[in-house]
């Protein structure tokens, strides 16, 4: 068993080469992607969140008949205040995404993007997110607690006319409103938008990682590397 100096030496030369492993390109990209999908994981945790007080409402035949009382007020406004954090999560991914995108400064990177970036864009609630994101985080909420409707299916949704007050909308949004067979359900256009969000950030995430193949093989070399001469430390390797 190593003691004294002995160990304060065994120790420093430990540190000394994850020092080193810092500075490895593969690292610094791995350490930008677990930031990336902190971000991610907290879209995800307010959509579920969201979906999850949705469907307990829904499910509770008894709030329908609360409209005028407090409860329904509050199931309102807890409904408002998770669509808000939704939305503005949203926002936060997607400004994440282009900085992370930026600070590759990669060729083939940035013509995937742009090429995934295009195809998102042609996809209707997308492009409708994006004007109601604007609303959210610009102007209010949305809407008011009087603008949410309980269909015969207890489907809590926007009310679509509420909705085109707004003279906010760009033309495609608009449509997109206008062409609705009746009012607009909370949980699937958000459950249709995320979905397409992920898609499109895991399509970014594999390409990332296919491009930056070597980077990464590299740093897990180095981490088996750090492990066989250091085992006892091997759990403080990130």
């Known amino acids: ?22 500075v490895i390109k593969g690292y610094q990209l791995n350490q930008e992607i677990k930031l990336w999908k902190v971000t991610q994981d907290i879209f995800s945790g307010n ?23 407090l409860k329904f007020d509050e199931t309102c406004l807890e409904i408002l205040r998770l669509f808000h954090n ?20 990669n060729e083939n990177i940035n013509a995937f993007y742009e090429t995934e970036l295009k195809k998102l864009r ?14 959210v985080q610009h102007h209010s909420l949305p809407i008011s ?20 007050i707004w003279d906010g909308w760009t ?14 359900e909370i949980k699937l256009f958000c459950k249709e938008y995320y979905e ?7 399509a970014f995430s594999k390409h990332v990682y296919k491009e930056y193949e070597k980077d990464f093989i590299e740093l897990n070399n180095f981490k088996e590397y750090i492990k066989k ?5 091997s759990n403080n390797i990130a």
């Open 1 to 22: 068993m190593l003691e004294g100096d002995k160990l304060e030496d065994h120790k420093k030369q430990f540190f000394d080469l994850i020092e080193e492993m810092e």
């Open 47 to 69: 959509f579920k969140n969201l979906c999850y007080v949705i469907d307990r409402f829904e499910q509770d035949n008894g709030v329908i008949f609360f409209k005028d009382n």
């Open 86 to 105: 939704y939305s503005s999560s949203s926002f936060t991914l997607i400004e994440h995404t282009i900085r992370f995108r930026g600070n590759l400064n």
């Open 122 to 135: 042609d996809i209707d609630v997308v492009v409708f997110m994006k004007d109601l994101r604007h609303l």
């Open 145 to 164: 607690t009087a603008h949410i409707n309980f269909e015969k299916e207890n489907k809590l949704c926007f009310k679509v006319q509420k909705l085109l």
């Open 171 to 184: 033309r495609k949004p608009r449509e997109y409103l206008s062409k609705l067979n009746g009012d607009l």
């Open 196 to 202: 397409n969000t992920v898609k499109f950030n895991d």
């Open 229 to 233: 001469l250091y085992p006892l430390y």
